[in-house]
């Protein structure tokens, strides 16, 4: 096996781990520039969405978002594990959703979702990455499903929150995200 799937040294992970375990406590607190701060340059991929945020601006506007959707935002650990050059983490993600999420109008109900980031770090252990994975539909079941379908104005949400997920469908995804190339593998 080549030396590029050797885990590094101890002190290394354990450095990794901290920076990400800081990363997680400091979004919760909603300390952006505390979360900033573990990214020389922030950048955050949505795989789910296909959408990337990058650079200081565009990841402050990602937080904003999703903390008007969901101020209560917070997160439950489920393991963490370390690979040659990335900290993965699952993780359940939990929300109220007291505002609007993209176009769907909020809702009042409550999320809990599980995902899985990707904490990738280069050559020179500096974060470059937080890839995100998780099911769209997972959240979006758990946001229209609390909705009484028999009182009208939940009836209403319902389909405004429908039309909005289907107005957000339609996009293009970050040309970023489509130039991948396979690993090389060896004999």
Known sequence: MSSRFNLPSEDVLRAREKLVLDHFHDEVRQDWDATLSTFPHPHYELIAQMLVHDGDGEVRDYYHDTRVAF????????????????????????????????????????????????????????????????????????LVGGLDKRDPRDLLKLGRAVAGALAMAGAEPDPRLLATTPPELGD
């Open 71 to 142: 101020p209560d935002q917070d997160h439950e650990l489920i393991a963490l594990r370390h690979s040659h050059d990335a900290v993965i983490v699952e993780f359940w993600l939990l929300g109220t959703h007291l505002g609007p999420l993209g176009k769907i109008p909020p809702t009042g109900s409550r999320h809990r979702t599980r995902m899985t980031a990707y904490f990738v770090f280069d050559e020179h252990e500096n974060l470059v990455t937080e890839r995100i994975y998780f099911d769209q539909l997972t959240i979006l079941k758990q």
